[in-house]
């Protein structure tokens, strides 16, 4: 039987060949693909699902959609295109929920895996001397994450503001949410990962093994390896969280105190903020949505044409229903008070509200589903994030707020600070050079068919000018989930790690297969 398998992929392979010198494909599909043994399945025919995405600006067909079942249904397609040679045009795409902005879960006449369809062992907590954590599949969404690991009384350290996105989708930027400050993005909380890469191999790696390939795959869009497992770390869970917003007139007071929250030990578990410049529009809310059953709330707090800068910030604590942990609750509250009591906010803008941990950290959805039902979900979303040195964040923030971007109504603008201790610098992340940088999302949605200022031209003209200003007043500015479309953009965005991110994609992926809607590398031919 072993002969007969080897027999018929050497035809494979060599009627493949033919196929890509002649230029021969069946139906114009490669139609080799088609003969591969595998567990899942191809799908050739109905491909639009994976030429979008939350961003809905690009559109590239793929030639084929692989749904695995498998890690080796993965491991086999790229061994295949890989032995493919470079005479072949394919190229190979993982797909986590599509949640990019310019296509880069895409791949123009290739194949692209639906990785929520990669099924493996069950989601697994897993107990060591030292630490825990739970073992999934690198397609697993976390919400799920989050909701299997609830159930042993543990919860992974670090987020992103919303829950419906892949372990291989973040852990290919960085995830960061407000608990970064403390425990780092989400790729400084992973123990190890299994991986295919760029030639069809399957490795394990962590710190301790394959170290480089590990740290290539974190933060490295999806250039080095197929993420199939990862192992997330795991803490004790909460069950409650006190959720706080408090307003600022002065942007230099907001930043300090910020600033001054995320240096110390004893602090609060979540720190963000977010800006509010002449707030009018309805898109906006969808994002700061803050206790939907409380109508007098901070985010809908009119500036009047002011621009205001809330702090947001969150208190984990346990509630116990069988003894009503009374004790806990007051002494979350004192602590509460004592930070608070540090911070020089405008006093009438304090709100505190009590949710459950679960309703906090996914609080992006209730927003979400509601914008889904009014048909507002599937707009384009010009999104931009920024990483900016903590030296000139007031610089940026005199420069942007009031001056490019005149008002937030066509979506919310984040603004928070992180410490760059809590990040790996052997990561394939690229962050900026200080100890404390802040991350600054303008998260835009456009209205179709409008010309006015809330038009997707409009939006991604004021986008250019926030990054022509960057550049001028040479802040030191690096973009997070970055887009380009240049070699020599993408080589100044890598700044000296340029070098080492071509000698990683050389290791690992040397034909450029992998992730081609980065556009960073080419396939060769
Ligand atoms: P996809 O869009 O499917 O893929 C992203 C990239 O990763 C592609 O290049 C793809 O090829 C590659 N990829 C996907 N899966 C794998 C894998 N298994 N192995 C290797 N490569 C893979 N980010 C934050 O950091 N913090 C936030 O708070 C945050 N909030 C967000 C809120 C919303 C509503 C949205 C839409 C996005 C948010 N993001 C945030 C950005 C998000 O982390 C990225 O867009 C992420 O890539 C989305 O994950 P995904 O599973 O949809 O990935």
Not at 55 to 70: D, E, T
Not at 90 to 111: D, F, K, N
Not at 373 to 402: D, M, R, T, Y
Not at 490 to 500: D, I, S
Request: hydrophobic share 40%; net charge positive; aromatic share 12%.
């Amino acid at each position: 039987q072993t002969n007969m398998l080897s027999i018929r992929s050497f035809m494979i392979l060599f009627l493949s060949c033919i196929a890509v010198r002649m230029n021969l494909c069946f139906t114009g599909i490669p139609f080799s693909l088609r003969m591969l043994y595998i567990n899942g399945h191809f799908e050739f025919e109905k491909v639009e699902f994976a030429a979008r995405d939350f961003g809905n600006r690009y559109q590239y067909y793929p030639a084929a959609i692989l749904h695995p079942s498998s890690v080796s249904d993965i491991a086999m397609t790229i061994k295949h295109i890989w032995k493919m040679g470079p005479g072949s045009e394919l190229t190979v795409a993982a797909r986590g929920h599509g949640h990019s902005l310019h296509g880069q879960a895409q791949a123009h006449r290739g194949v692209v895996i639906n990785m929520e369809s990669l099924q493996g062992p069950q989601m697994q907590v897993v107990h060591t001397r030292s630490f825990t954590y739970i073992d999934v599949s690198g397609g697993e969404l976390w919400i799920n994450i989050l909701q299997e690991s609830l159930k042993y009384g543990l919860t992974p350290k670090s987020w992103t503001d919303y829950l419906h996105l892949t372990v291989g989708g973040t852990l290919s930027n960085a995830g960061i949410s407000g608990q970064a400050f403390r425990h780092g993005p989400q790729i400084s909380n992973v123990h190890q990962l299994e991986v295919v890469t760029g030639k069809g191999d399957v490795v394990n790696c962590s710190k301790e093994q394959n170290s480089d390939l590990f740290y290539s795959v974190l933060g490295g869009l999806g250039q080095f390896g197929i993420i199939t497992r990862a192992k997330i770390l795991l803490e004790p869970a909460p069950t409650m969280v006190k959720w706080i917003r408090v307003l600022y007139f002065d942007f230099t007071t907001f930043t300090r105190e910020q600033e001054l929250l995320i240096s110390g030990e004893n602090t609060f578990d979540y720190i963000e903020g977010f800006v509010i410049i002449n707030r009018t529009g309805l898109l906006n809310n969808w994002r700061s949505s803050f206790d939907p059953q409380d109508p007098v709330q901070a985010s809908q707090f009119k500036s009047e044409g002011k621009i205001l800068y809330c702090l947001e910030l969150a208190k984990y604590f346990h509630h116990n229903k069988d003894n009503n942990n009374l004790h806990e609750h007051a002494f979350t509250m004192q602590e509460i008070k004592r930070l608070l009591s540090r911070l020089s906010y405008i006093p009438s803008t304090l709100f505190i509200s009590e949710v459950t941990y679960v309703e906090f950290l996914d609080r992006v959805q209730v927003s979400a589903v509601k914008l889904q039902s009014k048909g507002l979900w599937e707009v384009p979303h010009p999104w931009l994030n920024l990483l900016i040195p903590k030296s000139k964040i007031k610089e940026f923030a005199e420069g942007v707020f009031g001056n490019i971007l005149k008002e937030t109504s066509n979506g919310p603008v984040l603004i928070y600070p992180v410490n760059k201790s809590k990040w790996d610098n052997r990561t394939s992340v690229v962050i900026p050079e200080e100890d404390i940088f802040y991350l600054v999302a303008f998260l835009t949605s456009a209205v179709p068919w409008s010309r006015g200022n809330d038009s997707l031209e409009y939006i991604l003209t004021q986008n250019t000018r926030i990054l022509d200003f960057c550049k001028t007043a040479n802040l030191g500015a690096k973009q997070y989930l970055p887009h380009y479309t240049t070699r020599k953009e993408w080589q100044a965005h890598f700044g000296p790690m340029w070098e080492t991110y071509v000698e990683r994609k050389r290791a690992y992926d040397p034909l450029a297969i992998l992730a081609p809607g980065q556009r960073i590398f080419k396939k060769a031919k």
